[in-house]
DNA sequence: CATGAATGAGGCTTCATTCAT
DNA sequence: CATGAATGAAGCCTCATTCAT
C-alpha cells in the first residue's frame, strides 16, 4: 500500500476494446504454437498481443483458460469452414479438392503451430480434445467418409476401408503440414519445398485411392 | 560415531553403477516423451530411474544435455538399426519390411512419446536436430530412396519422385505411431484398431506405389 | 457523432454527488472490516458503493488514505457520539447505560467489523492510532473515569483503580461485540445469543464493581 | 533451460533438518500474528526462520497449510496445555490459576499476534475454526465450566450463568494479552503495565464472581 | 559415488493505480 | 465528474541446479 509505486509509462496506448480479445488469442495462437502449453509464457504473448500481461487477465482467467479460448474460438471455426465448400464433381475432384482447401488453410506461418498443438498437447486436456474432436473432426470425417464411400461405389476408387482411407489423408496433411513451416525443413527429411508439396500429396492420395490395375486394361487391349 | 551405519532406505533394488546412466535414459525418454522438454521434470526422471535427482548431475552436467544424449544415445541407434534389415526381395515387399519393422519399433508405451518429441521439439534445438537428422533421417532417406529408384526402375512403382515419396511414407508411418498410442484414441479420428493400422498403412503405400493402370498395355504388346 | 447519447447503464441508481464520498466510505467500513486492510479490494468496495474503481480516485488519493478517512470520518464520531448521552443518575446507572447506548451502536452487521479493524490492524498505522486514542478513547476514557471515580466516593462501588476498571470494561464490550458477530459464533465460544450477551455482560461488570461483599457497615455496626 | 543460471552463494548453510519444519513454524507464527494471513509474506517467514522461500515449500504444501499446520502445531497444543494444570484448591484458586496460567503461556511477544490470529482470520477458515473450537475451546469451557459450577454449588461463587461467565472470562484474559503487546500500548487506552494486569484481572474477575452481599444479612440480622 | 535438503531465478497471477474517453 | 481498460510491481509457487553429508 505505502510502498506503491506510480507508474509513468509512455503513452504508446491504443483503445481497441472490441479487438483485444482477439488480438490477443491470435498472439497466444502462435505462441502456444511455437513453444508448446508448458513453454508459452505469458510476457510472450502479451508483448506480440501489443498488451501488457495484465491485461491478458481482463479477457482470460488463466493461462488453460487463454489455450481454451484458442481452440474453442480459432481452431475449431477454422476447420469447420472447410467441409461445406466441398461442392459436387467426381469423388476425386472433391478429394483433391479436400485436400488444397485444407492445405491453403494451413498456409500461414501460425499453422504448424496449431498443428503441433493439436498433435501433442491436446490430449492433456481431454475435455478440450473431446470439444475439438466433436466440433473439428467428427464432422469431417463425415463428409470425407461420404465422398469416400462415393467413390467406391462409382468405381472411381478401389474397394478400401473408408475409415482407415480417412487416417492415411489427414495423416499426410496435418504432417506435411507441420513439416513444411518447420523452422530447419531439412529436419524430418529432404523435402520437396512448400509450394510443390500439395501437388506431391494429391498425386500420392490420388494414385493410392485409384482402382486396382486391371479394371478395365482387360477391355482396350481386346484392340 | 560408527561409519558402519547400514543406510535402511531399502536396497531392494540396487542397480548395477555401470547401469546408472543408461537407466536414467530410459527414464529420461519416456518423461521426455510424456511430457515434452519443458514439461519434463528431473524429479520425475530420477523416480523412475531409481536413484536421486543429484545422481542425474553426476552422469549429465544439465537437463538440455540430458536431452541431447537421449537422442544420441537412444534415439539414433533404434532409427538407424532398422536400415540394416531390409535384406532383398522385391521393391514391394522391401517397401513392406521396412514399414512392418518401424512399425513393430513403435510399439512400445514410449514410441509416441519420442515421436511427439521429434515432432515438436527438435525444432528448438538446432544443433539437435542436425545431429538427428544426419545420423537417423538422412541414412534412412538414403535406404528408402534406393528402394524406391529400384522400384520404379523394375516397373514395379509407378514413375514416381522418390523424394516425395519417402516424406508420404515416413509421414503415414510417425502420424500413426503417434495416434495409436494417443490416450485418448478418438480423439484425432475414427480409427483401425492398433493392430489393424500397418496393415491399412502397407495396403495404402503399396497401392500409391504401383505402376500407373495404364503401363500393363505397353508391356504386352510388347510381346 | 452526437454527443447527446444517454449512458445506457442502468441510471436506476443515479446517487446525489454530494453522497459519493460518503457512500464510498461506508462501502469502505464494511469492506476493510469484513476484510482488513491489506485484503479489502478498491474494485469490492468501489461495487458495495455503486460507483467505477476510479471513481474513488477522485475522492481519496490512495487506498490508505480512504482507510485514513473511515477512521477519521466514520469510526471516530460513532463512538465520542456515546459519552454525550450518560446523562445523570447514579454511578451504576451510568455505567449500565454507558454499556448498552455501545452496544447497541454495535449492533450493525459492520460492527464486528471494525472492532477486528481497531484491534488488529490500527496499531500498523502510528499515526492513525495516535489520532484514534486521542479522539475516541481519551475522551471515553475521561467520561468513564469519571463514573467510576464517583462511584467509589459514594460507596456505590469498591474501591477499585479506575484505570484498569476501564480496560476491563471495554475488553468485555469489544470482544463481546466482535464474537457476537461471527459468521461462526460457536468457533471461539459457547456463547449466549446475542440478545441476552449485554445483559451478561452489565450483570458480569456490575457485580465485579459492586462494594466489598460486607459492606463493612454491617459488622463494625455489630461492635 | 539453457537460459538455466548457477547459484553461487555465500555457504552459511547448515544443517538441521529435524529443526526445519519447526523453525519455519515459529517463524510463521510470529509473521502471521504480526501480519495476518493475507499480510504474512513467504519471504519474511523465510528470512525470520533462516532458509530461503523455497525451503518452506519443501515442508508446507502452500501458505494456507503453513497457517494450518501453525494452529495445529503450536496454538493448540499450546492452549491444551493449561488445562491440565488447575490442580484443586478451592473454585476462586482454581480461576485464578487458570488465569495467571494463561497469561503466563501469552507472557512471549508472539503472544498477541496468535491472540489477533484466532479474532480475526480464523473465521476465514471454518474447517480450521472448527477444528480449533474442539481441539482447544471445548476442552477449555469444560474445565472451567466445571470450575465454576463448583464454586456456585459451594457458595463461594455467586449464582451465576457458567455460560456466560466463561465468555467474559476469556473476553478480559484474550483481550489483554492483546493489549498489553501491542506495540502502541496507549493506542486503545491508558492501561495499567503489563505485569501488573494479570493482578486487576485476576481481581476484577474474583469480585464479578463473589457472592452477592446479602449472604451476609443473614448475620446482620442477626443483630 | 550417491543423496536429498537447500537455493533462487522465473513464471503465473493479483490488484492498486493511472488515464484516455 | 465518471468510467473501466490498461498497466506493472509484487507475491506465491515451481523446479533446475548445487553441495554438505
Redesign the pocket.
Given at each position: 500500500?505505502s510502498?506503491?509505486?506510480?507508474?509513468?509509462?509512455d503513452?504508446k496506448?491504443?483503445?481497441?476494446?472490441e479487438e483485444?480479445p482477439r488480438q490477443i488469442l491470435v498472439a497466444a495462437l502462435e505462441v502456444f504454437g511455437e513453444f508448446g502449453i508448458a513453454g508459452?509464457?505469458?510476457?510472450e504473448i502479451?508483448t506480440r498481443a501489443?498488451?501488457?500481461?495484465?491485461?491478458?487477465?481482463?479477457?482470460f482467467?488463466?493461462?488453460?483458460d487463454l489455450f481454451r479460448e484458442v481452440v474453442r474460438q480459432l481452431l475449431v471455426p477454422s476447420i469447420a469452414a472447410v467441409e461445406r465448400e466441398l461442392a459436387d464433381g467426381t469423388a476425386a475432384e472433391q478429394i483433391e479438392r479436400y485436400l488444397r482447401l485444407h492445405w491453403s488453410h494451413f498456409d500461414r506461418p501460425a499453422a504448424a503451430g496449431w498443428v503441433r498443438l493439436v498433435f501433442t498437447e491436446l490430449h492433456n486436456h481431454p475435455d478440450l480434445a473431446q470439444f475439438y474432436y466433436h466440433e473439428a473432426i467428427a464432422k469431417s470425417n463425415l463428409v470425407l467418409g461420404d465422398v469416400l464411400r462415393r467413390g467406391v461405389a462409382r468405381g472411381e476408387f478401389r474397394a478400401l476401408d473408408p475409415v482407415a482411407a480417412i487416417s492415411m489423408i489427414k495423416a499426410l496433411l496435418l504432417t506435411h503440414a507441420l513439416w513444411s513451416r518447420a523452422p530447419m525443413p531439412a529436419t524430418l527429411s529432404a523435402m520437396r519445398p512448400r509450394e510443390e508439396l500439395i501437388d506431391h500429396i494429391v498425386e500420392f492420395v490420388l494414385h493410392a485411392l485409384r482402382p486396382t490395375t486391371t479394371p478395365s486394361p482387360a477391355v482396350p487391349v481386346a484392340t
Open positions: 500500500m510502498e506503491q509505486v506510480t507508474h509513468p509509462h503513452p496506448w491504443r483503445r481497441l476494446p483485444r508459452a509464457k505469458l510476457e502479451a501489443g498488451v501488457s500481461k495484465g491485461t491478458i487477465y481482463l479477457y482467467p488463466s493461462k488453460e
